[in-house]
């Protein structure tokens, strides 16, 4: 009803029709500038101009002022309306040559067009709704009266009869208009929901697209070091290199179908705030309680659990793959290949020592120099150039140059400690440089409680896992520029790798935040 009044509104009397590019004149009435233009132009030489609604006088040709607030209202009234040439609905006086309906009458049973809509029948009792085929579906089916009430017990729209004499006697009421004004506020409330959640899954979309270049990027020069292992050894090996490097691009693949698959479900939930939006925008009270699938729309959290368990996967996947492992995979292979003895236990714990002139006076050192502890006595040792004066950290006293080696290290008796390997150049005295981990000379596994950390040049790396086992390893291959850390449980887990250029001999480093740290074993490779 209330289109229909605006639609009154918005009429130009000359042509009857919604305006099309509206002027005004002097007096403030409003026409179509072609329906003014013509009507002016019939005036001329009658000796003066007038207003074709109030008959104002002019003693000139008017001037016309467009009224561009009137366009827009227009503009807006016409996008809003539904499409008539969809609608397939015509007017039921027009026989001769069909036009489209604009309302339709439920009293009358009849569908109207512009013109034959004005000089309708407005009584109260003459109800009007956008065009429908579809009259008896706005009539009660027993009794046949025109629904206008809302049964808020059985969730069904009533007639008249169905309150009084009907089945609803007894139950609670409301009014289409008021019912269905709820209905729009839940509805309103799912919308929300449901921009909310479209903004979750944009910002879904942006991380993994972000991740997913990230992924590219690693994915190149993971490609490059993966051609290089497999260069000499491509004959024996060549399935497993097509498996590494199809592994390789799966990555950003697979977060590529995430991405879209969350697209499709972005599109599926705008999808939905369209229809919930229109359902909302709905002039007609019945048509919105009748709509059959809100039980589907308002359904707001069908997978979301889901998309966000697969989001923080993908998210939190490294993206790179252990390239590290595979080189020594192939090391070993190629060892085997060749016939080549490989020698892992030279000896034992005599080949990583403690050097007591490098450790700092809170630590103490066994006799054997294989253990480590923090102490509340302080050491009266000398001070000199090589010792640490700020952190509880002590140096092994042999360093490495060449070759590859490992050497493992009992942890369990402390909950904070650092472990990793050291140039000699470290600073022994400046509080800010000399930490194991905090400068460009060091590399190492921190444990801090229950947070495990690798870290070189203040960049720090949490590990998703911890470690499940009281002793570490540490694998050094001087050539290839590589410091491993593995938690040597059953079977043995790779932690981190750090690669890097070697510039200067390379110590073994440990520091103890409390209790003790013991070196197990060490080996060298000839």
Known sequence: MASANLRDELECSVCLNIYTDPVNLRCGHNFCQLCI???????????????????????DRPALHRNITLRNIVENFLSAQPDREESGVFCTYCVDSPVHAVRSCLLCEVSLCDKHLRVHKKSPEHILCDPTLSMESRKCSIHK?????????????ICVSCCMIGGHKA??????????????????????????KRVETEERVQSLQEHRRKVEEKAVGDTE????????????????????????????????????????????????????????????????????????LCDTEDGDNEDRERHEKLLHDGGGLDVDGISRTLHTLSDIITERHVSFYIQGAADILLDVNTANNKLHISDDRKTVSRSDIIQNRPETPERFQYYVQVLSSRSFSSGRHYWEVDVGGSESWRVGMCYPSIDRGR????????????????????????????????????????????????????????????????????????????????????????????????
């Open 145 to 157: 009266k025109i629904l206008e009430y809302y049964c808020t017990e059985d969730e069904t729209c």
């Open 225 to 296: 070091r993966v051609t290089v292992l497999f260069r000499d050894l491509r004959r024996r090996l060549e399935d497993l290199e097509k498996r590494v490097l199809r592994e390789i691009s799966e990555r950003a693949e697979q977060i590529s179908i995430s991405i879209r698959d969350l697209e499709i479900k972005k599109e599926e939930l705008s999808r939905k705030m369209r229809h919930i939006e229109e359902l909302c925008n709905m002039m007609d009270p019945l048509t919105v309680l009748q709509e059959s699938d809100t039980g589907d």
């Open 37 to 59: 233009d013509r009507v002016l132009n019939t005036q001329e030489g009658s000796g003066g101009y007038s207003c074709p609604d109030c008959r104002e006088k002019f003693q």
């Open 171 to 196: 139950h609670e009421m409301e009014s289409l208009d008021e019912a269905s004004e709820k209905k729009k506020k839940t509805l309103r409330n799912v919308l929300q929901k449901l921009q909310t």
């Open 431 to 526: 509080a800010d440089k000399s930490v194991i981990g905090y400068n460009n000379k060091s590399w190492c596994l921190w444990r801090d409680g229950d947070r495990y950390v690798v870290i070189h040049d203040r960049k720090p790396m949490s590990l998703p896992t911890n470690i499940s086992s009281n002793r570490v390893r540490i694998d050094l291959d001087y050539e290839a520029g590589r410091i491993s850390f593995y938690d040597l449980c059953d079977p043995i887990r790779h932690l981190h790798t750090f690669t890097t250029t070697f510039t200067e001999p390379i110590h073994a480093g440990l520091l103890v935040g409390r209790g003790c740290i013991k070196i197990c074993g060490g080996n060298r490779e000839k």
